[in-house]
């Protein structure tokens, strides 16, 4: 049985004991289905949802006044309509949403039970008059009118504030019709600095995409732990960056930076401070290179990179190296080398990561010349060889 023929079942069974006994809980739900013993999988949240999904009926009660409603076919429609929707914003728990139209049907006379499933039409509110309702807004004769009321109000903010209030005779009016109101002028002016933010920060980039052609990375090394720091989004490579990139590129996109990677100028007594290093993308390969041949070997003074900051940090100044990336990540000649300086041990992946064929050529050849310097001839024993002469393999 598959998991939706399951949750169809649970949800049946659990209608079938609503209507016998509206009301019940969850735990009593869940002890009467496996009573039932329809399946092994009768889980809380699936009788959870089962018991969200039950819809809301009418409860037919006499009038014991006359100021309730009488609802036309297409008004109790209408309601049945508000009340689904509600369910479904609560199911995705947009709240907010659901406050808003359970403020409207209750505005309208519309009396929701949540514990037994049920509505049922009451007294109509008294909906409040522009007086009570909008006591903040200034008695106007000229300004921004509304369409419904007439009413003039100081802003289009305004407006579209007492157009939302199902509380107001126009907001009400609305509400029941079931209309939308178009969004406020501050919320598309928003809305449009938002989308105006993200274009320019797409024109700025580029290209630099996640995914980005390697043509198009630099690997800016030998970069003090100080400049490397995370904080405010490595603002102080940042700003390195705006103050020795040429003027007419823009600022790119740093896709990594490592803090620790390597030691620089160590011996074996002394270990070397430690650098760190960026992979930063650019546009395209030609604008790469232009910044490569342009900020290679530069030596990058802290005075002239926070020349402008009241308190400048006392930073170290350097001699910047910036390559060309060979692969995704980071240079393949400074990952071999960076990480022996000094007379430190390779990464644990170097070490137990296989040889290319051209290295252990390399080193075959290495081997053979120490043996021929000390006088030694490297042969291989009877028995060790296949029949095409090549040594044969454990």
Known sequence: MSTFQICDEIEQEVNKLWDASPGIGVKELMAKLQSLELTEEVTKQRVKAAKQAIPYKRKDDTPSTTNVILLSEAQTKFVNQKI????????????????????????????????????????????????????????????????????????????????????????????????????????????????????????????????ADPAASLWFGDLPISYTRLGGQYKRLRAVLREYLPRDVPQPWLRKVMRKAYRKDGDSENQGEYMGYAIIVFRDSEEADYVRDAVNGKEIKSKV??????????????????????????????????????????????????????????????????????????????????DDGRPKSE
């Open 84 to 211: 689904q929707e509600r369910q479904s914003v609560r199911a995705s728990r947009r709240y907010k949403e659901a406050d808003e139209i359970t403020k409207g049907l209750t505005t309208m006379g519309i009396i929701i039970d949540d514990e037994f499933r049920t509505w049922k039409v009451g007294e109509k509110k008294d909906i409040k008059t522009d007086e009570e309702s909008e006591q903040h807004f200034s008695t106007l004769s000229s300004g921004v009118p509304c369409s419904f009321c007439g009413r003039f109000f100081a802003s289009k903010n305004l407006v579209f504030k007492h157009l939302r209030d199902v509380a107001t005779s126009c907001g009400n009016s609305i509400f029941a019709t079931g209309q939308k109101v178009p969004e406020a002028p501050s919320s598309i002016r928003k809305q449009e600095k938002k989308e105006t933010f993200k274009a320019m920060r797409r024109k700025k980039t580029g290209k630099a995409i996640q995914h």
């Open 305 to 386: 990179v926070f020349a402008a900051s009241e308190e400048p940090p006392d930073l170290p100044d350097f001699i910047i190296k910036v390559k060309n990336v060979k692969n995704k990540d980071e240079s393949i000649e400074e990952k071999k080398s960076s990480f022996t300086r000094g007379g430190q041990d390779p990464p644990m992946t170097d070490q137990l990561r296989p040889l290319s064929i051209p290295e252990m050529q390399q080193r075959c050849e290495r081997i053979l010349l120490k043996l021929k310097d000390q006088g030694k001839v490297f042969e291989i024993e009877d028995g060790d060889t296949s």
